[in-house]
């Protein structure tokens, strides 16, 4: 195709996406109208004024223009992928505000329970009113397109997961890790106050924003118990991730409820002291024959600075017998208060998003591992939806 017709095509992406107004459109159309204007060059000039994203720039090169608009909100890039759905970074376009919007995955639209799934998850944002809980960023978060697409509009918290986090830094304060949990369980225990269950608490479910307070996120797994009956989760299926689940879960012995709560916690907080899972594996049956063996290395071993009594707390989280494990979350609270300690959290959340995107295509080249596919696949098939704002 001549450079002529790439740059033509370009535009008329831009003109159908609904990214830019109608004074930028007209910019653009004089810019590509200049001589020896190339679409590299176009693109390079939109991302540097800051008029389209990088991930926008590298979608309309592709000549996708569809679904860069839900609702009122634009599309700016992706922020992450989980189990049912992919979360975008958006953008209101009357007012501005950031918020993050999560779709679930193409191979989930259509199936019942990861509906009912996400109505969950909009339930609890929405009922659960607490500073270490991520928001609902509507009074109604759960929305529909006109093509079927349902979407969740929640708060963005510009920060790493707890995951990240350990990455970049390699060794946290205890101090700070106390404080990150001692945050952790008065979400929680709220939580467990309304009704719900979390049921995948884990690194990756913990995002902290730069004044350090840490807040719990995605509830779509969650198992409630409240006062509206028709969201009641059903008995039985077990869910969660190996290493982090409960062993009476494991075993089918018990429903979850707080305490299989408190117990990943438990192994998150040790993971967050030692850098080290408490049961370790290289596979997930590995990690879960660890966990119903019971066996760990004491937090000491990895981390003599950790005081004696937050390493017996942690230990005695993540016991393999219920019986045996601390038994409410207030004795976490009143525990944890004396030795937590509030840092900043210092990361340039724009270059943490990059840093994700690049983290993202390495994996899918260098293993071509079914997960990124997944990923990278779903951002393609969101893009081929009809703009619903048009």
């Known amino acids: 195709m001549s450079d002529f017709w790439q740059l033509h095509n370009l535009v008329e992406c831009l003109d159908k996406s609904g990214l830019l107004d109608d ?49 009122q909100y634009r599309i700016l890039r992706p922020l992450s992928s989980g189990g049912i759905g992919i979360v975008f970074w958006a953008r209101h376009c009357v007012t501005g505000r950031d918020v993050a919007i999560k779709v679930l995955r193409s ?15 909009a339930l609890a944002l929405s009922l659960l009113q607490h500073k270490n809980i991520v928001r609902a ?4 978060p759960l929305a529909e397109t006109d093509y079927c697409l349902n979407y969740l509009v929640m708060e963005l918290v510009p920060g790493p997961t707890l995951r990240e986090l350990l990455v970049a830094r390699k060794k946290l304060r205890w101090q700070q890790v106390c404080d990150f949990f001692l945050q952790a369980a008065r979400g929680l225990k709220y939580a467990h106050q309304q009704g719900f269950i979390h049921r995948d608490i884990k690194p990756d479910n913990l995002i902290i924003s730069s004044d350090g307070t840490v807040k719990l996120l995605d509830f779509g797994f969650a198992k409630y118990d409240g006062d509206l009956p028709e969201f009641e989760s059903p008995p039985g299926r077990r869910v ?15 429903e979850p409820c707080a305490q299989t709560d408190l117990y990943s916690l438990g192994c998150t907080f040790y993971v967050a002291l030692t850098g080290n899972h408490p049961f370790p594996g290289k596979t997930r049956e590995d ?25 017996e707390l942690v230990e005695r989280m993540i016991r393999k017998s219920r019986f045996e494990r601390i038994a409410t979350i207030d ?3 009143d525990s ?12 340039c959340f724009k270059s943490l998003v990059i840093a994700r995107d690049r983290a993202r295509n390495l994996r899918n080249a260098r293993n071509r591992s079914i997960e990124n596919q997944k990923f990278l696949s779903d951002v393609s098939r969101h893009l ?7």
Not at 107 to 121: G, V
Not at 240 to 254: F, R, S, V
Not at 288 to 306: H, T
């Open 336 to 347: 944890l208060s004396p030795y937590a300690q509030r840092d900043c959290v210092d990361m």
């Open 384 to 390: 081929s939806f009809e703009d619903s704002a048009d």
């Open 23 to 71: 004074a930028r459109l007209e910019k653009v159309h004089q810019l590509a109208n200049q001589p020896n204007t190339s679409v590299g060059a176009l693109l390079s000039v939109l991302v540097k004024s800051q008029w389209l994203t990088s991930f926008q720039s590298r979608q309309l090169r592709r000549g996708r223009w569809r679904g860069f608009r839900l609702g």
């Open 331 to 333: 004795e976490v609270i």
């Open 107 to 121: 191979q989930h639209r259509s199936k019942t329970k990861f509906r009912e799934r996400l109505k969950l998850e």
């Open 240 to 254: 969660g991730t190996a290493g982090y689940i409960a062993p009476e879960l494991l075993l089918d012995q018990q």
């Open 137 to 140: 960023a509507e009074a109604n």
């Open 287 to 311: 990690r879960i024959d660890a966990q119903l063996d019971g066996r760990f290395r004491s937090v000491s071993y990895w981390n003599p600075d950790v005081p004696r009594p937050v390493a």
